[in-house]
């Protein structure tokens, strides 16, 4: 992943998440909440599309495609745990130290923060044309199986990156 300045990667960020404040000062709390929350938001409007898809594949009797989609939301069910449960989300008295990040290690969350959320951005686009396909009884079985297996794999990936972004934040709350 590259490092964008701090000033562009704060304006990719906002371009997808208007309440983000680039953990600027005291607003530690109100940056990462913000991030939290789009990615549960994301996650929900993900979920909410895959099991129309599902559904829609069970009538069809695409079993083979209904089984990926139960993967995909079990993969969605576990990355809106692991921020529902994420190290930031402690109670705000363990927030303390998080005011004192340096411009270095703040440039890295914030690039961080840009690149979780692209992610997140592709998958709900691959789902999209997902639930777009099926409902034009367009692709073939075996491509809507394909796609709904990359559809996974955006998300587990989408997922190991919030866990890295979760360490960075553990290691700053260590220091």
Known sequence: MELLSIANALQGVRTLLSAYDGYERA???DTDFAVREEVR???DMVTDHANRI???AHDMGMKEFAQELRRVKEALVMLS????????????AAHSQ???????????????????????????NTCNQLLE?????????????????EL????????????????????????
């Open 81 to 92: 745990s692991d921020v529902q449960f994420s190290i930031s989300s402690l109670p705000p």
């Open 98 to 124: 998080f005011t004192r990040m340096g411009r270095s290690q703040r440039r890295k969350l914030v690039n961080h923060d840009l690149y979780t959320l692209q992610m997140l951005v592709k998958a709900t």
């Open 152 to 175: 996974h794999d955006q998300i587990g990936r989408s997922r190991n990156h919030l866990r890295e972004r979760n360490m960075f934040i553990e290691g700053l709350l260590k220091r």
């Open 133 to 149: 396909d099926i409902n034009q009884n367009g692709d073939s079985e075996d491509r809507r199986l394909t796609t709904a297996r």
């Open 41 to 43: 938001r994301r996650t």
């Open 54 to 56: 599902q559904d829609r």
């Open 27 to 29: 607003r530690f709390l």
